[in-house]
């Protein structure tokens, strides 16, 4: 009877010692599929990440470039007809900061040389054009040259403590 009792003895701990191994081994396998199912979602972010980085990466192409000479009539009277023909377009400019510019202001305006000042006091053809910015001018620096970005506006208003009646809304600014 006591071989028995021992037998019995042996088998419930033969019968733990296998459920602890069981016990450890799906212990075990959740923490791979744990893993693997994090690595997996990292790398659906990261991919997720470089396709739409790729989607929404800027397009210069999507803008008209404006010519100095085309933003007032000749007899420096009217906005050009060309400039009016773009009114509401995505536009590029590239030009120097003017002398002028406030840079607390929230407007630059870009001129056709990097010597130009009072771009609506001595200006008669047109070779200044306003440009809103989105923020602080603190990233440009006068009579430094740029490209800018942006959305036509043609309408009455003040940019700078000037009176203007077109100006681009900027979408971006690089340094030419």
Request: aromatic share 6%.
């Amino acid at each position: 009877m006591s071989e028995n009792k021992t037998s019995k003895s042996a088998q419930r701990v033969l019968e733990h010692r296998r459920q602890e191994e069981e016990t450890k081994r799906k212990k075990r396998n959740r923490i791979k599929y744990l893993i693997i199912g994090g690595l997996s979602a990292l790398i659906v972010i990261a991919v997720s990440s470089v396709l739409i980085v790729k989607c929404t990466a800027f397009d210069e192409s999507q803008y008209t470039l404006i010519s100095y000479g085309k933003i007032i009539n000749e007899k420096g009277t009217d906005v050009h007809d060309t400039l009016k023909a773009l009114r509401g377009e995505k536009v590029k400019m590239t030009g120097y900061v003017s002398t002028d510019t406030n840079l607390k202001g929230k407007s630059i305006f870009l001129v056709k040389t990097n010597t130009q000042s009072c771009p609506f006091c001595k200006n008669k053809y047109g070779d200044a054009m306003p440009v809103r910015m989105r923020g602080s001018n603190s990233s440009v620096t006068i009579n430094k040259k740029y490209i800018v970005y942006g959305t036509l506006q043609i309408s009455n208003g003040k940019d700078n403590g000037f009176d203007t009646a077109f100006r681009i809304i900027l979408d971006r600014i690089e340094a030419a």
